[in-house]
């Protein structure tokens, strides 16, 4: 984690992109950073179509990313086939080993994929389970994979309490508020 990580971040995942200064903005496609000191994240969510790496890449290197993703596996809503979101999510992940930043990452319905990929790759940065809302057995088992876990509004209270402090994240994951009156966004 880069220096100094933890004692300047409360947030490490929001989609706000004025949520406070102790918050990680996740750049959504496309998305251009503020002109301030805020921090970002990066990367290709499986949501979207048509992954375009070389803007990952161009975007990641500025030193206000801190983190590469969020990316990862989602056999419910993925845009693209398991083998290509795997391949994607390797190649977010050596990304992330060559800026030597922490890897996010959405996962849903495909644990032992992503506990398999993290095992191959052995990575040497975070992989960090974002929004993680699964039960104890399921923290036990990533933790022993070796990765970190994000909890957001809402979580497992028994898998919370399983997860050493060094190796627990916190965040909002929020979105900006709506304009147009709806309540949300």
Not at 25 to 34: E, G, Q, S, T, V
Request: proline share 9%; with cysteine.
């Amino acid at each position: 984690m880069p220096k100094n990580f933890r004692a300047k971040v409360s947030d490490i995942h929001s989609h706000d992109p004025l949520a406070p200064d102790s918050a990680v903005i996740n750049l959504d496609r496309y998305a251009a950073m503020r002109p301030d000191h805020r921090l970002y994240s990066v990367g290709w969510h499986p949501w979207w179509p048509d992954p375009d790496m070389e803007w990952v890449e161009r975007t990641a290197a500025d030193p206000r990313v801190v983190i590469i993703g969020e990316c990862g596996l989602d056999r419910r809503r993925g845009a693209l086939a398991l083998g290509e979101q795997i391949e994607l999510t390797r190649a977010h992940a050596l990304l992330a080993e060559r800026l030597e930043k922490p890897l996010l990452l959405h996962v849903v319905g495909a644990w032992s994929e992503i506990i398999a990929l993290r095992r191959q790759m052995k990575p040497q940065q975070p992989w960090i389970i974002h929004g993680f809302r699964g039960k104890p057995q399921l923290a036990r088992q990533l933790l022993d994979a070796g990765f970190d876990i994000s909890l957001g509004v809402r979580f497992n209270p028994e898998a919370e309490a399983i997860i050493p402090p060094e190796r627990l994240h916190r965040e909002t994951d929020s979105q900006p508020p709506a304009t147009d009156g709806s309540g949300g966004a």
